[in-house]
């Protein structure tokens, strides 16, 4: 799949970008992405072994760290260790477990949809069949004062935390989906310029890319057309290659009359 626009000089081409890297895997993330999938290997790579493992250790390390957070992990858990253990009560020892540890970090469930494709999300896609929550993105309290510079976490602050770790699943949505793009510049049939790793809808792609592209290439985005592959992309640079030529020609062809008339008419 391509899509191309000209313009003058110029003729734009943009197409899927199938070297982007995981970002999972290649960035400096902010937060960190533990997932757990029989079929996938989703988020950051880990040690954990379910997401009961990753829990107990982020309770530990909310209520203290070391023998300290043990010691409350065990007594907290026997507290509702009483047979039979009902859903009721698992359900109330997670939220008694995540109440200490959302004390110390910042967490975000993240949902996968696993439907002709892969999609990842913050928010439930509410489909029962093909989609439920496959773990979850945080980042601690300590990290988010050192990158901020702060003593104290205000609400709006943690607002913005919550953000940015929504658009690091986002980033990674799009990763999934194979939402990420690049771009060709051709002046006079030459290449002048490329850029990869536009990520997310087309439409919000293609105009991230404007800041790429010299002035002159206003609006190029916006005309953008699709074509059919390989084929069609020869062709379009062979028409546009034509129509340079013709001008290059009637440039050529006027530039001699202009001489006779600039006398004429002075």
Known sequence: MMWAATKGAYLLTVQPDDFFPNPRREDENFGTMICFHRRYQLGD????????????????????????????????????????LSSQRIQELN?????????????????????????MSTTDFNDRWDSGQVGII????????E???VDFIEPVLRLQVEDRLKEEVAEYDAYLRGECYCFELYEDGELVHSCG??????????????EYLPDDCAGMV????????????????????NIMVDQAANDHEHQPRQKVLDPLLG
């Open 45 to 84: 790579e880990h040690d954990y072994s379910n997401s009961d493992d990753l829990i107990k250790d982020l309770y530990i390390k909310a209520a203290g760290g070391g023998d300290r957070g043990e010691q409350k992990y065990e007594d907290l858990t026997e507290k509702y260790d009483v047979w039979p």
């Open 95 to 119: 939220q008694a477990l995540m109440s200490q540890i959302e004390k110390m970090y910042v967490v975000l469930p993240v949902y996968l949809l696993d439907h002709s494709g892969l999609a």
């Open 138 to 145: 945080f980042v601690s309290n300590e990290k988010i004062k």
């Open 147 to 149: 990158e901020y510079e």
């Open 197 to 210: 790793g536009f990520t997310g809808a087309f439409d919000k792609a293609v105009k991230d890319m404007v």
């Open 222 to 241: 916006d005309d953008l057309a699709e074509t059919d592959g390989m084929p069609s992309m020869v062709q379009t640079l062979r028409k546009h290659a």
